[in-house]
Structure formats: C-alpha cells, structure tokens
C-alpha cells in the first residue's frame, strides 16, 4: 500500500474510531466531523500505547493490523481518552 492508501486508511479509521468513541462517550460533544476523525486517529495511537503499556503490540500492531476487533478496541478506548481531555480543555469555550 502506497503513502496515499496509507492515508486514506487511517482517514477512514479514524472516522470510523472518533464516531465510534463519541457514540460510547456520554453527553453532547461539540466537535465537528474533521475534528472527530482527527481525535479518532490520535486516539488509535493512544490506543496503542496504552495497548503496549500492558504487554500488547502497541502502535506497531495498529500500523500492521489495523482492523482486528482488539485493535478496534483499543483505538476507541484511546479515542475516548483524547475526546474527554479535549472536552475538558475546551469545556470553557463557548
């Protein structure tokens, strides 16, 4: 896979992750849909170092497998942890 499929997955995982965590995540998120995608990605890469904190393949087992269930996973729980420290930042906001 070239750097612009590279890309594109990680766009489409994201969106995937950052809806996902909004969809668990109590109460009302005032994020649009770019911004979501973009926690959803930085939470997949929390994801995997909360992930290999714990003796799992951490980022790596994102980047080579992406889309298995444990990875999914970790990535919402990853995504749920940056939403919720950026709805604390920006909570004031408004």
Same mark, same amino acid.
């Given at each position: 896979?070239? !750097?612009?499929? &590279?890309? %594109?997955?990680? &766009?489409?995982?994201?969106?995937? *992750? ?18 979501? %995608?973009? !926690? ?9 170092? +909360? ?7 951490? *980022?790596?087992? *994102? ?5 298995? +269930?444990?990875?999914?996973? &970790? ?9 919720? %420290? ?9």
């Amino acid at each position: 896979m070239g !750097l612009i499929g &590279l890309i %594109i997955s990680w &766009l489409i995982i994201g969106a995937i *992750i950052g809806l996902l965590a909004r969809a668990v995540m109590p109460g009302k998120q005032a994020m649009g849909l770019g911004m979501t %995608i973009v !926690l959803g990605v930085v939470g997949a890469v929390v994801g995997g170092f +909360i992930g290999s904190l714990f003796g799992g393949d951490g *980022i790596s087992g *994102i980047m080579n497998n992406p889309w298995s +269930i444990g990875t999914i996973l &970790l990535a919402v729980v990853g995504a749920i942890v940056v939403m919720a %420290i950026y709805g604390l930042a920006t909570r004031n906001r408004a």
